[in-house]
């Protein structure tokens, strides 16, 4: 009997959520940076930041992978005050509807951390990790750039690190993709 050649990239749809992460984080980061209001929180720690000047689009982009990462944690040590997003992906599993479980589809979750020094918390307008979460949720509840359909807020926790010295959210939001 002759052998058959399978060919892996054929087992799996190269447009499957699993296949997607590293676009979908590199698209959740280029919102998050490019957004007027998020920007100026992350780069500038004054109570003032949202009155100052924009960002230059070079500056935008400096802060992925220095304020904005696409892991669940701030991985470098953290020297100087700041304010932090990171973003995980996780918790794939087949999409369960009236307790059947798909064979096509898989539900999943993106993390949103929002960290904060505690010195840098209040501004002008408020709390710095509120303002941030809010335009969080505004840029991404309801988006379908990630799976089919549109994701929607899952659960938002307050998170603490680092001995308390930064404090802020951890915002999740479930999405609907295929397997």
Known sequence: MPRIEINRRDIHSPNASIMQITRWK???????????????????????????????EDDKLDLVNNRIFGTTYVPKTVEQQGSYITIGIGGFIPQESFRQFSERYVMGYLYFNILVDRNLMLMDEGYRQDLILQRVYDLFQDNNFYGMGRIQEGNLVENWEQDNRFGGYTLMFRVIDFK
Do not use: F, G, V
Not at 35 to 47: F, G, Q, R, T
């Open 26 to 56: 590199q698209n959740m980061m280029d919102t998050l940076c490019h957004d007027e209001d998020i920007s100026k929180m992350l780069k500038y720690n004054a109570p003032d930041a949202l009155t100052r000047d924009s960002l230059t």
